[in-house]
C-alpha cells in the first residue's frame, strides 16, 4: 500500500497555494458554464452544452478538467484515480513495475525524504512560518 511522504513547510505552502487556485478556477468556470447556458450548464441540452464547451469563453476551464481528466485517468492508481486499472488497459500498459531491481522489504527501509536546505528562499520562509 503506498503512502504519502509527509510535505517540509515549504512544500505545504506550495500545494495550498496551488489547491487553492484550482478551486477558484472550478469555482469561476462552473459559474461561467452555468451563465453561457442561461441557468444550470447540466440540465442544458447536450447540443447547446457542446457548443459552451467547444467555444473561447470556457476555453481556460475546459483545458484545466481536460488535464485533470487525463492525470485522473492515466494515473497510479493507489492516488485514486484509474480504477481498475481501466486507463492503463485501455492503452495496453502492463502497470507500474518500479523500482525495477528492488524487493519491497529494501523499499520500504528507506531512509526518507532528502533534507532540505535551510538557506535561501527555504530559511525565509521557515522564519515566517515560526520554525525553529
Excluded: C
Amino acid at each position: 500500500m503506498a503512502r504519502f511522504m509527509p510535505l517540509d513547510p515549504v512544500a505545504r505552502i506550495a500545494w495550498r497555494k496551488r489547491l487553492t487556485a484550482w478551486q477558484d478556477q472550478y469555482r469561476n468556470g462552473i459559474a461561467t458554464l452555468d451563465r453561457l447556458a442561461g441557468g444550470d450548464f447540466t440540465k442544458a441540452p447536450a447540443t447547446v452544452q457542446d457548443k459552451i464547451l467547444a467555444g473561447s469563453a470556457a476555453s481556460s476551464f475546459t483545458a484545466l478538467l481536460f488535464e485533470h481528466t487525463i492525470e485522473g485517468l492515466y494515473a497510479a492508481p493507489e492516488y485514486g484515480g484509474n480504477q481498475g486499472l481501466a486507463g492503463w488497459k485501455e492503452i495496453g500498459f502492463p502497470g507500474d513495475i518500479q523500482p525495477r531491481g528492488y524487493t519491497p522489504d529494501e523499499v520500504s527501509r528507506s531512509d526518507g525524504p532528502d533534507p532540505v536546505n535551510n538557506t535561501g528562499v527555504v530559511a525565509e520562509v521557515l522564519k515566517l512560518l515560526g520554525a525553529p
